[in-house]
């Protein structure tokens, strides 16, 4: 295998972006024969012509347009990783605009963006909404991550990536009046009182096709769209509620309740949604390697 030799690839890269040998010599400083064979060893390696000429001026080809584009990509993800890995400048500080859709519980999300917090100084921005509007923003740019319960498919005007960071079973929680549930679970749960997330979300319905297929049907007491709500009234002793297991132990201390039940037959998935088809933002990368590799243990 023959590698690709890059400073074959600048030179081309200049010469294009110039227009001209002369303009590409006096940029790299270096005189026009060098870099005219610089360029034609790299289209010997390629095996195409990447220039032609017409009349006095050097004019890509077909293929050469094609090798302009990756080069493109490749040194502008080099001055990125340069800027990532030599830091930013005195008093600048790095930034993570996130978009947390309404229906991920608050507790998952605190969980997930804690190690981009913990990699370096950061101002997080956060933007929470339906999962719609948080990637409409993220096409716009005004996002540089979504964090979600559920793939992405809805139409918007730029592709976007869904980027698993983890999945779990879930977690069924209650405050002292319903604690004798835990006898004979799942069973229990016929005719319980139980708080459920909106019918809309993936994990209602991943619920309540586990309750028909576990021939229990429970009394609903509440539907939210907050999570953060529903576990309060849960905490108050309104009903049972389900939670991801990756965050069992700090449900049980923050809101007082036990763990009556769990099963791993309805799962929790969590993503991270960007524009970009490989994390490249320092925080989401910090992000992403914490949740498969500690929070769900992937």
């Not at 990125?80 to 978009?99: D, Y």
């Not at 869904?162 to 016929?190: I, T």
Request: include cysteine; proline fraction near 5%; aromatic fraction near 8%.
């Amino acid at each position: 295998m023959s590698w690709l030799n890059y400073h074959h690839l600048l030179y081309f890269w200049t010469v294009a972006r110039a227009g001209s040998l002369a303009k590409a010599g006096e940029e790299l400083h270096l005189a026009q024969p060098t870099i005219s064979s610089q360029i034609k060893l790299l289209e010997e390696s390629l095996g195409h012509k990447l220039f032609e000429r017409q009349g006095r001026k050097l004019v890509l080809t077909d293929v050469g347009r094609t090798v302009m584009r990756y080069a493109d990509e490749i040194f502008r993800l080099g001055n990125e990783l340069k800027n990532v890995v030599g830091g930013l400048p005195p008093g600048q500080q790095l930034r993570l605009h996130v978009g947390v859709a309404d229906v991920l519980p608050k507790v998952v999300a605190e969980r997930l963006l804690q190690p981009a917090l913990d990699a370096g100084p950061l101002r997080l921005v956060c933007r929470e909404g339906p999962l719609p509007q948080l990637l409409s923003a993220l096409a716009l740019h005004e996002l540089d991550v979504v964090l979600a319960d559920a793939p992405s498919n809805e139409p918007v005007s730029v592709r976007t990536f869904n980027h698993l960071l983890g999945k779990c079973g879930v977690s069924f929680f209650a405050a002292a009046p319903h604690a004798y549930l835990r006898k004979d679970f799942p069973r229990s749960l016929d005719g319980a009182p139980v708080l459920l997330s909106s019918e809309t979300s993936s994990i209602r319905q991943a619920l309540d096709r586990w309750f028909e297929a576990q021939g229990v049907h429970p009394a609903v007491a509440g539907d939210f769209d907050d999570s953060a709500l529903l576990m309060a009234f849960g905490q108050r002793g309104l009903g049972v509620f389900a939670m991801p297991s990756a965050i069992e132990s700090e449900i049980v201390r923050q809101f007082d309740v036990s763990v009556v039940g769990r099963t791993q037959e309805v799962e929790s998935c969590f993503y991270a949604i960007t524009v970009e088809r490989k994390l490249r933002h320092p925080a989401v990368v910090a992000i992403a390697e914490a949740a498969r590799s500690s929070l769900f243990g992937a």
